[in-house]
């Protein structure tokens, strides 16, 4: 069964860092999404991403953040300047359809535990 | 906000149908209804989804009432790998927002 799959599954970085967090959707969907998941604390929408362009971002996606979809198979996320605050897990999604009134059936990924000290 | 009201846990003996509720008074006529759970440290899991019918697939059903106000998940044999964090959702935007769910415990 296809998945999505996300590297590295952990990830330790000094403060002020640049991070790169990568993930590969499945192969024929359309739609991707990353969501982080602070420890202890709910899954929130990062950013998605459609048609090489960001449909929609949260707060939270300020300008240390960045998207790209290099090739046509890897989704990645950039944290240009990593905080103590952005240790989390991230999530990587995608989805092939977004139906119309729905979010879509979004497959994730098993994530990446980035820790910033 | 999460636009779905759920109860903070519920418990359910192993080999019993798990029924997990969930209000959405005021979801619009095309807003789909889905089910997604996190089992601990894992990605969230997409369970199922309807809009108006019931749904039934090899993980689970989902009931919904017929003023669509509310719904049910049922998970017809409960295993203990079935213990995770159950979300209802209900948007109708492409993103998920995700509440804090239904932690459900499977007890042996």
């Known amino acids: 069964e296809p998945e999505v799959t996300q590297t590295p599954s952990h990830q330790v970085t000094q403060m002020g860092q640049e991070v790169i967090l990568r993930c590969v959707p499945i192969?024929?969907?359309?739609?991707f999404y990353w969501y982080r998941q602070i420890l202890g604390q709910k899954v929130e929408f990062l950013v998605s991403?459609?048609?090489?362009?960001?449909?929609?971002k949260s707060e939270i996606f300020d300008d240390q953040f960045s998207v790209e979809r290099p090739d046509g198979s890897n989704f990645t996320l950039k944290i240009r300047s990593t905080k103590l605050e952005d240790s989390a897990m991230y999530f990587c999604?995608?989805?092939?359809?977004?139906?119309?009134?729905?979010?879509?059936?979004?497959?994730f990924g098993p994530g990446t535990r980035l820790l910033v000290l | 906000d999460a636009k779905t009201t759920q109860p903070t846990s519920m418990d359910c003996a192993e080999g019993r149908a798990a029924n997990l509720p969930c209000n959405h008074s005021?979801?619009?006529?095309?807003?789909?209804v889905y089910w997604y759970r996190q089992i601990h440290s894992q990605g969230p899991q997409y369970i199922i989804h309807g809009l108006k019918n019931n749904e039934t697939n090899e993980m689970a059903s989902l009931i919904i009432t017929e003023d669509r106000k509310s719904s049910t998940l049922i998970l017809p044999h409960a295993t203990l790998r079935d213990t995770a964090v159950y979300y209802c959702?209900?948007?109708?935007?492409?993103?998920?927002?995700f509440g804090k769910g239904t932690r459900l415990h499977i007890l042996p």
């Open positions: 005021t979801i619009s006529g095309n807003e789909y």
């Open positions: 192969s024929n969907h359309l739609y």
């Open positions: 959702i209900v948007d109708g935007d492409d993103k998920i927002i």
């Open positions: 999604a995608s989805s092939l359809l977004r139906p119309r009134g729905g979010v879509g059936t979004q497959y």
């Open positions: 991403f459609y048609n090489n362009e960001i449909s929609e």
